[in-house]
C-alpha cells in the first residue's frame, strides 16, 4: 500500500494585475511528432512536441514595450526559436519585433509605425516541461499537458501579457486525427482542423489538463457504475485484465447505490502510469487517468479516484487547515471501508498492519499546508488511521454514512463543516474531542 502515490493537485495562485488595457489573446497548439521538431535524441522518450503561436489582439497601447511573463522560470523553451510579429491594424503592414528574454520575463520592443492597434503574434516550438512525464514504454499512446507539479502546469506552455487584463481567451488545438482529445477547458468549437476552448489563465493554474489519446490504440468501453455512465479508454492489449476486473470493482462500489450523485459522463483513461517506486491516479472532474494496475490490483487505488470524482472534490485553497485530511486521509480511510466493508475482520487488520509505522509519526494533519514525499505516509497512512479509531466508536456503517452525506450536502468540504456534520448526528463530545486532538 504505501508503494502507491496518490497524485495531489498542487494549486499556486497567482495573480494578474491590472490595469487599464484589455487584449484579445489565441494561443494555437499544434502537437506534432518530436522528431519533425528536434533531431535531439535524448528527447525522444517525450514523444510529442509542439508549435505555439500566440496571437494578441492590442488596442490603444501607448508604451514601447510590453512584458510577457512564466509562471515558474523552468521551461526547455530556447528563445533562438522565438519569432515575434507585429501587425498594424489598419495599414495591414508587419514588422518582426525585437526582445529580450531573461528566464522570467519576455521584454517585446514595439516600433513606432505599428501604431497603438495592433496585432501581436509570438511564435515558437515548445519541449518539455509542460508535459507530464509519461513512460517511455507508452510515449505514443497518450499526450498529457499540465501536471500536478507546478513546473508541468499548463500555463507553463504559454508567455502571459503582465499587468493587463486578459479577456476573451481562446485555445485552439490543433492535432492528428488519430489523437482524440479530452480537456478540462470548455469546448465552445470542433472541426475536422481544431478544437476550439476557452482558456482563462487563472483556471489553469488550478484544475487544467489537456489529454490526447491514440485512438487506433484505446478502446472505448462504457460501464454503469451507480447509475452514472463510465466511458472506459483501455488499451489493446488490457482489455482482458480490464474485463476480468471491473466487475469485482464495481461490485465493491454498490455500496454507494443508495446514494445520489450528479449523473454527468465520466470518462477514465488507464495508461502505464509508474516508475520504480509508485504506480499514480489522478481525477480532474470528469475525468480520471489511472495506472492500468488500478484495474487489476490496486482496487482501493481505483477507488479512492473514483471517490475524489463522485464527491467532487475541487483542489482549491490547499492551504487551508485540514485539507488533507478531509480532502485525502478521509477519502482513503472511505475507500479502505469500501474495499473491505464486507469483511469486517480484513478490515481491521489492515489499520492494524498501519499502526505500528504511525505510533511516531509527529506530522500534525490539521496544519499541514502542502503534501510532498516527505508527507505521503502521513497522510495516507496515519490519517485514515484516526478516521478508523473514530468510526470504530461511532460504529463503521454509521460513520461511512455521515462521512458520504457530508460530501454530497456541503459545497464547502472543510474541516469545520465535517466536525458540524458528526455533531448534527449527536456523535459523543467525547469522540470528537479525541479525534480533533490527535490530529490538530
Ligand atoms: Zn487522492
Same mark, same amino acid.
Given at each position: 500500500?504505501?508503494?502507491? +502515490?496518490?497524485?495531489?493537485?498542487?494549486?499556486?495562485?497567482?495573480?494578474?494585475?491590472?490595469?487599464?488595457?484589455?487584449?484579445?489573446?489565441?494561443?494555437?497548439?499544434?502537437?506534432?511528432?518530436?522528431?519533425?521538431?528536434?533531431?535531439?535524441?535524448?528527447?525522444?522518450?517525450?514523444?510529442?512536441?509542439? $508549435?505555439?503561436?500566440?496571437?494578441?489582439?492590442?488596442?490603444?497601447?501607448?508604451?514601447?514595450?510590453?512584458?510577457?511573463?512564466?509562471?515558474?522560470?523552468?521551461?526547455?523553451?530556447?528563445?533562438?526559436?522565438?519569432?515575434?510579429?507585429?501587425?498594424?491594424?489598419?495599414?495591414?503592414?508587419?514588422?518582426?519585433?525585437?526582445?529580450?528574454?531573461?528566464?522570467?520575463?519576455? #521584454?517585446?520592443?514595439?516600433?513606432?509605425?505599428?501604431?497603438?492597434?495592433?496585432?501581436?503574434?509570438?511564435?515558437?516550438?515548445?519541449?518539455?516541461?509542460?508535459?507530464?512525464?509519461?513512460?517511455?514504454?507508452?510515449?505514443?499512446?497518450?499526450?498529457?499537458?499540465?501536471?500536478?507539479?507546478?513546473?508541468?502546469?499548463?500555463?507553463?506552455?504559454?508567455?502571459?501579457?503582465?499587468?493587463?487584463?486578459?479577456?476573451?481567451?481562446?485555445?485552439?488545438?490543433?492535432?492528428?486525427?488519430?489523437?482524440?482529445?479530452?480537456?478540462?477547458? $470548455?469546448?465552445?468549437?470542433?472541426?475536422?482542423?481544431?478544437?476550439?476552448?476557452?482558456?482563462?489563465?487563472?483556471?489553469?493554474?488550478?484544475?487544467?489538463?489537456?489529454?490526447?489519446?491514440?485512438?487506433?490504440?484505446?478502446?472505448?468501453?462504457?460501464?454503469?457504475?451507480?447509475?452514472?455512465? #463510465?466511458?472506459?479508454?483501455?488499451?489493446?492489449?488490457?482489455?482482458?485484465?480490464?474485463?476480468?476486473?471491473?466487475?469485482?470493482?464495481?461490485?465493491?462500489?454498490?455500496?454507494?447505490?443508495?446514494?445520489?450523485?450528479?449523473?454527468?459522463?465520466?470518462?477514465?483513461?488507464?495508461?502505464?502510469?509508474?516508475?520504480?517506486?509508485?504506480?499514480?491516479?489522478?481525477?480532474?472532474?470528469?475525468?480520471?487517468?489511472?495506472?492500468?494496475?488500478?484495474?487489476?490490483?490496486?482496487? $482501493?487505488?481505483?477507488?479512492?479516484?473514483?471517490?475524489?470524482?463522485?464527491?467532487?472534490?475541487?483542489?482549491?485553497?490547499?492551504?487551508?487547515?485540514?485539507?488533507?485530511?478531509?480532502?485525502?486521509?478521509?477519502?482513503? #480511510?472511505?475507500?479502505?471501508?469500501?474495499?473491505?466493508?464486507?469483511?469486517?475482520?480484513?478490515?481491521?487488520? #489492515?489499520?492494524?498492519?498501519?499502526?505500528?509505522?504511525?505510533?511516531?509519526?509527529?506530522?500534525?494533519?490539521?496544519?499541514?499546508?502542502?503534501? +510532498?514525499?516527505?508527507?505521503?505516509?502521513?497522510?495516507?497512512?496515519?490519517?485514515?488511521?484516526?478516521?478508523?479509531?473514530?468510526?470504530? $466508536?461511532?460504529?463503521?456503517?454509521?460513520?461511512?454514512?455521515?462521512?458520504?452525506?457530508?460530501?454530497?450536502?456541503?459545497?464547502?468540504?472543510?474541516?469545520?463543516?465535517?466536525?458540524?456534520?458528526?455533531?448534527?448526528?449527536k456523535v459523543d463530545d467525547e469522540i470528537i474531542d479525541k479525534f480533533m486532538n490527535s490530529v490538530k
Amino acid at each position: 500500500m504505501n508503494v502507491k +502515490t496518490f497524485i495531489l493537485f498542487i494549486i499556486l495562485l497567482s495573480s494578474i494585475n491590472s490595469s487599464s488595457q484589455d487584449i484579445n489573446a489565441n494561443y494555437k497548439v499544434r502537437v506534432i511528432p518530436i522528431e519533425l521538431l528536434s533531431k535531439d535524441a535524448s528527447l525522444s522518450k517525450i514523444g510529442y512536441g509542439t $508549435s505555439i503561436t500566440s496571437e494578441y489582439k492590442i488596442n490603444n497601447y501607448l508604451r514601447d514595450t510590453i512584458v510577457f511573463t512564466v509562471n515558474n522560470a523552468v521551461r526547455d523553451f530556447g528563445p533562438s526559436n522565438l519569432k515575434i510579429i507585429a501587425k498594424n491594424l489598419s495599414s495591414l503592414k508587419t514588422e518582426r519585433l525585437d526582445y529580450k528574454y531573461d528566464g522570467y520575463n519576455l #521584454y517585446v520592443f514595439l516600433k513606432a509605425d505599428i501604431g497603438s492597434c495592433f496585432y501581436l503574434s509570438l511564435q515558437y516550438t515548445y519541449i518539455g516541461t509542460s508535459f507530464m512525464s509519461v513512460p517511455e514504454s507508452n510515449r505514443r499512446n497518450i499526450v498529457i499537458f499540465g501536471g500536478d507539479e507546478s513546473f508541468e502546469h499548463f500555463t507553463q506552455m504559454f508567455f502571459l501579457p503582465k499587468k493587463i487584463i486578459l479577456h476573451n481567451e481562446t485555445l485552439r488545438l490543433y492535432n492528428d486525427t488519430n489523437l482524440k482529445a479530452f480537456s478540462t477547458l $470548455s469546448e465552445i468549437k470542433r472541426n475536422t482542423k481544431y478544437i476550439e476552448y476557452k482558456f482563462h489563465e487563472k483556471d489553469a493554474i488550478n484544475n487544467l489538463s489537456v489529454i490526447l489519446i491514440d485512438s487506433n490504440i484505446y478502446h472505448s468501453v462504457v460501464k454503469f457504475i451507480n447509475k452514472r455512465k #463510465y466511458f472506459f479508454y483501455i488499451r489493446n492489449q488490457n482489455l482482458t485484465i480490464f474485463e476480468n476486473n471491473i466487475k469485482k470493482i464495481t461490485s465493491k462500489l454498490k455500496i454507494l447505490d443508495e446514494y445520489q450523485f450528479s449523473k454527468s459522463d465520466f470518462h477514465i483513461i488507464e495508461f502505464d502510469w509508474r516508475n520504480k517506486k509508485n504506480v499514480k491516479g489522478r481525477t480532474y472532474s470528469d475525468i480520471m487517468l489511472i495506472d492500468i494496475s488500478f484495474l487489476s490490483k490496486h482496487y $482501493s487505488s481505483f477507488i479512492h479516484e473514483y471517490l475524489h470524482s463522485i464527491l467532487n472534490i475541487k483542489y482549491k485553497n490547499t492551504s487551508r487547515n485540514g485539507f488533507y485530511l478531509i480532502n485525502e486521509s478521509l477519502i482513503e #480511510y472511505l475507500a479502505q471501508y469500501i474495499y473491505y466493508h464486507d469483511s469486517i475482520s480484513k478490515f481491521n487488520s #489492515y489499520f492494524k498492519s498501519k499502526e505500528n509505522g504511525c505510533e511516531k509519526d509527529s506530522v500534525k494533519l490539521f496544519n499541514l499546508k502542502s503534501n +510532498t514525499a516527505a508527507t505521503f505516509s502521513s497522510v495516507y497512512n496515519c490519517g485514515p488511521i484516526y478516521f478508523y479509531k473514530m468510526a470504530k $466508536s461511532i460504529g463503521f456503517h454509521q460513520f461511512f454514512n455521515i462521512a458520504i452525506t457530508f460530501f454530497i450536502q456541503n459545497k464547502e468540504k472543510s474541516f469545520d463543516t465535517l466536525i458540524s456534520s458528526l455533531k448534527k448526528k449527536k456523535v459523543d463530545d467525547e469522540i470528537i474531542d479525541k479525534f480533533m486532538n490527535s490530529v490538530k
